[in-house]
């Protein structure tokens, strides 16, 4: 989370020099600590050098339930980079669609997963026009959803056609 203390524990964990045991114990989520402290750790963790240990957190993150991390991905000092981890490692509806209406989360994760996005967490990228306008990327990856209805397709020809994207000046 962006706008709290961090834990020391973590601290010591992101420095290094923490003991593979303890480490190992990290990923597994078999420390004592609160949620959002854990879930920052694992997405640390898992650029650890040992392979092992990166793979034990992705796999604890993965195998959160939704309960528990639903209530983070909505924060509104959401850790930019578990945001963006959660969009790219998880596939329940209700994280992502969290993760797509947290102000947060960056224009440029949102664009790497926009292609496979079902239909309706389409839409909510569809109907976000500043987040396409501030990033075209965005517009051209969702414009590539197969899901899309031809609706939301109309829409983002409209948009472009309005904000003159992609557009050759006269």
Known sequence: MA???SNPLVDQ???GGVPLEVRMMAAEGALPLKVEDLVDLL???RRDPLKEVATLAAQTFRGMS???LL???KA???SVAVLAWTLEAHSESKLLEACLQNAATPDEAIAQQASRLTEALAELVVINQTRLLRHPPLLERIEANPS???DQRR?????RETFSIGVAPE
């Open 3 to 5: 706008n709290r203390e």
């Open 13 to 15: 964990i992101r420095r």
């Open 43 to 45: 997405e640390v963790m």
């Open 66 to 68: 939704v309960e528990t």
């Open 71 to 73: 209530p983070l991905m």
């Open 76 to 78: 509104r000092d959401a």
């Open 148 to 150: 899309l209805s031809r």
């Open 155 to 159: 829409r983002l020809a409209e948009m």
